[in-house]
């Protein structure tokens, strides 16, 4: 299924044959390739060799570094189709959605490469005679970057564009789900490496490991930053783990994302964006929305409406014009069903959910997504499970639906959807959404990649992409410069 894909992409067959990890495609459960996974010892040796590329990095001009993630957009221009294919056979993403991902990942070399020319510091007015003070952005060192599979391709290139530009070397430990595709971007850069010329070797390098390969990443005091995407339960350990050494970390963890829909919506394109953002990726967005707090007179409505429009959606092969693929595997079906009989428990009206196409795929998981009516926020609401399960509670009045809004533990993505202006300031207003993404008449998912991108609370507080998430990828420098022929002290102090 992948071999003419993955020779096309430049990934040489001894890395995906005779190795000791197999790789399944969730379409129908199958072995498409089998990874050798690097011991946690061999990634100290990978550590070392960005180490030295990073030396040399960091005194290439900004904007020539620009110039290597400029090659690398026109190389992946080149192989949207092929890699966006590979995305949808590893991932399970409808085709689509695939190709979007590899627009995402251009997106943010166009925006890397601007960058390159704007990595901008203050002057700052000096207090003293003679002196003048500024602040200067430096490469940081070797960035650690651990992502997550339903994002394979794109979370890489958001944090690696942005530290290449910054003057950084990258390691990257991918999930252990999706290695292929992994290793297809890792080719698809060194395509870019050469046409560049004379980038140091080892400035961008992949791990195809284990946790213990992604410890030893996190543990390493050689890298000061570890941008790390994925569950809330992997965020707990390696958010402390770096902060112990003080390295920094860039944490996008989990999100429970909330939809509040106003009587005076648009109902036409509330019903199509709760259809997006609920049950794209099949659920498996970190910014899918998973509540909708809807106000009581129009629930109804709206429920019938969504309700129908779930019956409509067509489940299947993601390469065949399917809109909803399979789940990654049997543990997220197993966490899916567990999460709907305890939604039943706590008095949740579920439609829809059941296991589809089991017959033709006994060992893929494609399901029906469901909508759960909730008679409020019960525990099982509050908790992210990564599947499409859309839970439904009504409001009464604003300050009820904002407060539901916030009150879970995480803080990613949000929305409302009103004609009611007052109440669209008050839901981005300091006391409204208290989540990183607040739209207005938008779902919840797919933001673009010109803005910063992460959340709050068991979120884990990261900003990644756009705006100044580039910030992150630099360390701060203030200089303060004496061009007198005086010595003065700053705050006046005499010392003679
Ligand atoms: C993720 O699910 O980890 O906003 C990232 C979105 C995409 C990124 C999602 N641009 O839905």
């Known amino acids: 299924m992948v071999d003419g894909l993955l020779d096309r992409l430049g990934v040489p067959a001894s890395a995906y044959t005779n190795g000791n990890h197999p790789v399944h495609t969730p379409i129908d459960g199958s072995v498409i390739a089998s990874v050798q996974l690097e011991p946690a010892s061999a990634v100290g040796a990978k550590i070392a060799q ?90 940081l060192g070797v960035v650690g970057v651990i992502s997550a599979f339903n994002f394979p391709v794109a979370v890489w290139a958001w944090n690696t564009t942005l530290a290449l530009v910054c003057g950084n070397a990258v390691v990257w430990k991918p999930s252990e789900k999706t290695p292929l595709t992994a290793l297809a971007c890792q080719a698809l850069f060194e395509k870019a490496l050469a046409k560049f010329g004379d980038a140091p070797a080892g400035l961008s390098q992949v791990i195809i490991g284990d946790r213990d390969a992604g410890q030893a990443l996190v543990d390493d005091p050689r890298v000061p930053l570890v941008s790390a995407t994925g569950s809330t339960r992997m965020g707990r350990e390696v958010g402390p783990r770096v902060a112990a050494r003080f390295g920094r970390s860039i944490l996008e963890l989990g999100g429970n994302n909330a939809m509040i829909l106003a009587p005076s919506a648009d109902l036409d394109l509330a019903v199509r964006a709760v259809l997006f953002s609920a049950v794209g990726t099949a659920g498996q967005r970190c910014t899918t929305l998973r509540r909708v707090i809807v106000h009581r007179s129009v629930k109804d409505e709206v429920v019938a409406r969504v309700k129908s429009a779930y019956g409509k959606v067509r489940i299947g092969d993601p390469r065949e014009g399917n809109l909803i693929g399979p789940l990654i595997d049997k543990a997220s079906y197993q966490a899916m069903q567990d999460a709907l009989a305890r939604a039943r428990d706590e008095g949740g009206q579920v439609f829809g959910g059941e296991r589809q196409l089991a017959e033709q795929y006994p060992n893929a998981y494609y399901v029906a997504p469901a909508i759960v009516e909730m008679p409020g926020q019960t525990e099982v609401v509050r908790h992210e499970t990564f599947a499409p399960i859309l839970y439904v509670m009504a409001y009464d009045d604003f300050d009820e639906a904002l407060r539901l809004n916030n009150e879970v533990p995480q803080g990613l993505s949000s929305c409302i959807f009103t004609t009611d202006l007052r109440e ?73």
Request: with cysteine; aromatic share 8%.
């Open 50 to 139: 960005a180490q030295q590329a990073f030396e040399a990095w960091r005194t290439v001009p900004a904007p020539r570094r620009g110039e290597l993630v400029r090659l690398f957009g026109e190389v992946l221009r080149e192989y949207k189709a092929d890699l966006g294919e590979l995305v949808s056979v590893e991932a399970g993403k409808i085709t689509q959605e695939g190709l979007g991902e590899v627009q995402e990942m251009i997106d943010i070399c166009d925006f890397a490469v601007g960058l390159s020319r704007q990595l901008y510091g203050l002057t700052i007015a000096s207090e003293r005679p003679g002196h003048h003070m500024r602040e200067s952005w430096h490469p």
């Open 424 to 496: 669209a300031e008050r839901f981005q207003s300091a006391a409204g959404s208290d989540c990183g993404i607040a739209n207005v008449n938008i779902g919840t998912s797919g933001a673009e990649i010109g803005g910063a991108f992460g959340g709050e609370k068991e979120t884990g507080g990261g900003r990644e992409s756009g705006s100044d998430a580039w910030k992150a990828y630099m360390r701060r420098q203030t200089n303060t410069v004496n061009y007198s022929r005086e010595l003065p002290l700053a705050q006046g102090i005499v010392f003679d």
